[in-house]
């Protein structure tokens, strides 16, 4: 078993910037990919970025890509997501998840068996 506990969500104005952390407990964090996505309101939750158990290769959603960065410590048993240059249609729940599966298909919710319980960002215009 994993625990996962997001933080670091908050209100920034467009153009802001947030650093969310992804907490990780139980089983080595290591082993195991990671992912955040995210779900505004009255939408389906969509991937937003991926990385593998080395942190040596990751992905990207379109509408994120250049502007967001993941990125993990698993001396700390720790992800995160550099959101740089935000903008009002990044208003949403992000979740961070992760699995032992080390060649997921990222951007499926059902390829991940842990996941946290979400952190709110809203960036006003």
């Known amino acids: 078993q994993v625990q996962l506990v997001e933080s670091g969500g908050g209100l920034v104005q467009a153009g802001g910037s947030l650093r969310l952390s992804c907490a990780a407990s139980g089983r080595t964090f290591s082993w195991y990919v990671m992912a955040w996505f995210r779900q505004a309101p009255g939408k389906e939750r969509e991937f937003v970025a991926g990385?593998?158990?080395?942190?040596?290769?990751?992905y990207y959603a379109d509408s994120v890509k250049g502007r967001f960065t993941i990125s993990r410590d698993n001396a700390k048993n720790t992800g995160y997501l550099q959101m740089n240059s935000l903008k009002p249609e990044d208003t949403a729940i992000y979740y961070c998840?992760?699995?032992?599966?080390?060649?997921?298909?990222?951007?499926?919710?059902?390829?991940?068996?842990?996941w946290g319980q979400g952190t709110q960002v809203t960036v006003s215009s």
């Open positions: 998840a992760t699995d032992t599966n080390r060649a997921p298909r990222w951007s499926l919710e059902a390829e991940y068996d842990y």
């Open positions: 990385i593998t158990w080395s942190g040596g290769t990751t």
